[in-house]
T-cell receptor, first 112, second 115 residues
Framework: AQTVTQSQPEMSVQEAETVTLSCTYD???????LFWYKQPPSRQMILVIR??????QNATENRFSVNFQKAAKSFSLKISDSQLGDAAMYFC?????????FGAGTRLTVKP | GAVVSQHPSRVICKSGTSVKIECRSL??????MFWYRQFPKQSLMLMAT?????????EQGVEKDKFLINHASLTLSTLTVTSAHPEDSSFYIC???????????FGDGTRLSIL
């Protein structure tokens, strides 16, 4: 079974600083997709960034970038120049063929 | 683009009532829709996966007779919580996807409270 592990229940970052959220996953597949979703207090799920496993290049989306290490099955999210609006729960997710599996989440606090 | 509308956003009803939640993809056709349940301060738990025109696939431990899912068209899926009880109170979120290599797009969720 595929599992997604986020080992950091909570993280804190100073405004304008950089923070990295960790995610590891377990799979025997080679062609899959990875995502980071953000869930603010409104509880809306917002897609932050996606990565195709067959692509070696790390995905970037403005201030958000990932460090995808396929052999290590690691998929960390780096948030640069953190803003107050980045405060939220962040979920790492894995999908192969059909459903999506989520990690337990990391609550990010941004200090002004 | 890729907007998913979920309705209602909040439901409060008495025990024994059946509640229907709708999930619509507004600007794309969703071959697959998903229903999740989220307890406070926890992650999303997949309840079932539904493909248009076929029966939903339920995750282990989810009662299919309690949580009825219908995916009658490429833009609409419904979740009916039958004879709801206080333990069914939770936050329910739907999502929709075109193909497996595309991300899931989520509705805004429904907060269900059973008195």
């Amino acid at each position: 079974a595929q599992t997604v592990t986020q080992s950091q229940p909570e993280m804190s970052v100073q405004e304008a600083e950089t923070v990295t959220l960790s995610c590891t996953y377990d799979t025997s597949e080679s062609d899959y997709y990875l995502f980071w979703y953000k869930q603010p207090p409104s509880r809306q799920m917002i897609l932050v960034i996606r990565q195709e496993a067959y692509k070696q290049q790390n995905a970037t989306e403005n201030r958000f970038s990932v460090n995808f290490q396929k052999a290590a099955k690691s998929f960390s999210l780096k948030i640069s120049d953190s803003q107050l609006g980045d405060a939220a729960m962040y979920f790492c997710a894995y999908t192969f063929r059909s459903d999506m599996r989520f990690g337990a989440g990391t609550r990010l606090t941004v200090k002004p | 683009g890729a907007v998913v509308s979920q309705h209602p956003s909040r439901v409060i009803c008495k025990s024994g009532t059946s509640v229907k939640i709708e999930c619509r993809s507004l600007d794309f056709q969703a071959t697959t829709m998903f229903w999740y349940r989220q307890f406070p301060k926890q992650s999303l738990m997949l309840m079932a996966t539904s493909n248009e025109g076929s029966k939903a696939t339920y995750e282990q431990g989810v009662e299919k007779d309690k949580f009825l899912i219908n995916h009658a068209s490429l833009t609409l899926s419904t979740l009916t919580v039958t004879s709801a009880h206080p333990e069914d109170s939770s936050f329910y979120i739907c999502s929709a996807r075109v193909t497996r290599n595309q991300p899931q797009h989520f509705g805004d969720g429904t907060r269900l409270s059973i008195l």
